[in-house]
């Protein structure tokens, strides 16, 4: 479905709301979707710097399913190591590693992933000691990721405009969800017609979690900006 039929299927039970309002809710009942059935997946890249740890994840991810170096799979860490390499929190960065290793790990710390690279004894700091240094090298990271649909952007004038990057047959829950939230609001109240949609949303969530197991959505390779 196209936005502005996506858009007058609000309508025809919230007569009252603008197109702006409509376009803003549907487009978190998107990411809503999206991040429930896991639907689309999409695949980062960008490269390393040698002796930067951590990395911008693309505001579009919302769970990283793995992360390759150089082709290789990297496995998580849990936690992070105990000596940081902060280069934009800290002034007293550590200096760039002179030796690589390919005994790799990534994590997630304050909204970046972090690598590290497996070495003996690699840092001491106040009497502590670590033995993981970040990456030495700048080789091609590529990031697996279940992530949100593009938004839907402004109507231009009879335009019907772009739609979600969703299978089609789910395109019309995202509405459902809309329709169902609206009639929450006290000029519009309903709470037997909020509790109706809301259910057939529920239900394709259910129905896109088992596309998504089966056959998932790709949209390529995306490219993201440093910090």
């Known amino acids: 479905m196209k936005q502005r039929e996506l858009i007058e299927t609000v309508q025809q039970h919230h007569p009252t709301m603008g197109e702006v309002e409509i376009r803003k809710l549907l487009n978190r009942a998107s990411d809503d979707y999206c991040a429930k059935t896991e639907l689309i997946k999409n695949t980062y ?3 390393t710097t040698a002796g930067q740890r951590y990395y911008k994840i693309h505001d579009d991810i919302l769970k990283i399913v793995e992360l390759h170096i150089d082709d290789v799979i990297v496995p998580r860490m849990i936690g992070k190591p105990i000596i940081d390499d902060d280069e934009i929190a800290s002034t007293n960065t550590l200096a760039t590693p002179t030796t690589a290793n390919n005994e790799r790990y990534w994590y997630i710390d304050h909204g970046r992933v972090g690598v590290v690279e497996k070495t003996t004894n690699a840092i001491t700091r106040d009497d502590k000691t670590s033995d993981y240094q970040s990456i030495a090298e700048a080789l091609e990271m590529r990031i697996y990721a279940v992530s949100k649909a593009p ?3 402004e109507l231009n004038n ?8 969703i299978p089609a047959q789910f395109h019309e829950g995202v509405a459902y969800r809309v329709i169902g939230l609206s009639y929450l609001v006290p000029a519009n109240f309903n ?9 057939m949303y529920n239900q394709t969530i259910k ?3 088992k596309f998504a197991r089966n056959q998932y959505r790709t949209t390529g390779y995306v490219a993201p900006q440093d910090f």
């Open 151 to 153: 938004h839907l952007s």
């Open 191 to 199: 709470a037997e017609a909020s509790a109706t949609f809301l259910s």
């Open 207 to 209: 129905d896109g979690k």
């Open 158 to 165: 009879n335009d019907d405009g772009n739609s979600y990057d």
């Open 45 to 47: 890249k960008q490269n």
